[in-house]
């Protein structure tokens, strides 16, 4: 560590340590991510409060023989294992990854794709203010030209 980051001020959580351990515990999402990287939740979370609190802290990677990894109880990943991994988590198919966008419940009408309406679809009533008074307000704020922002 230079001196120049040893007098720099870290950046890092704006709550007590010991409220984000907790909150961290309970969340089942990050259960799931500790159990997808084969690490014990308690570790984990350690290791996520390490770099929370330190926002300018750096990852620390390692580059192991697969030997070593074997001769440490690991079975190292094939080259073809390790791609599957990688395509699974740009799917969203792993855990604690974002659902894939193309297994999402979202459509969209192919004809009027990007065109703007100002009809409510089909079967479906416009939406809007349903008190009559806040209606008449509305109404007479357009009438008067007014936007109902805020103007500087």
Do not use: C, H, W
Request: hydrophobic share 35%.
């Amino acid at each position: 560590m230079t001196q120049e980051n040893a007098n720099k001020p870290k950046r890092g959580l704006k709550r007590p340590v010991e409220v984000v351990r907790a909150e961290l515990l309970k969340d089942p999402e990050t259960k799931k991510i500790a159990a997808a990287v084969s690490m014990k939740l308690e570790d984990y979370v350690e290791l996520v409060l390490k770099y929370a609190q330190d926002k300018d802290k750096e990852p620390e990677i390692a580059v192991i023989s697969d030997e070593e990894l074997k001769k440490n109880g690991f079975n190292p990943l094939s080259a073809e294992e390790a791609a599957n991994i990688l395509i699974k988590g740009m799917k969203g198919e792993l855990p604690g990854s974002p659902p894939d966008f193309e297994a999402s419940k979202f459509t969209q009408d192919k004809s009027a794709a990007g065109k703007p309406s100002l009809t409510a679809p089909q079967g479906q009533a416009p939406t809007g203010p349903q008190d009559a008074e806040a209606q008449k307000a509305l109404q007479d704020q357009l009438k008067r030209g007014g936007s109902g922002g805020n103007r500087a």
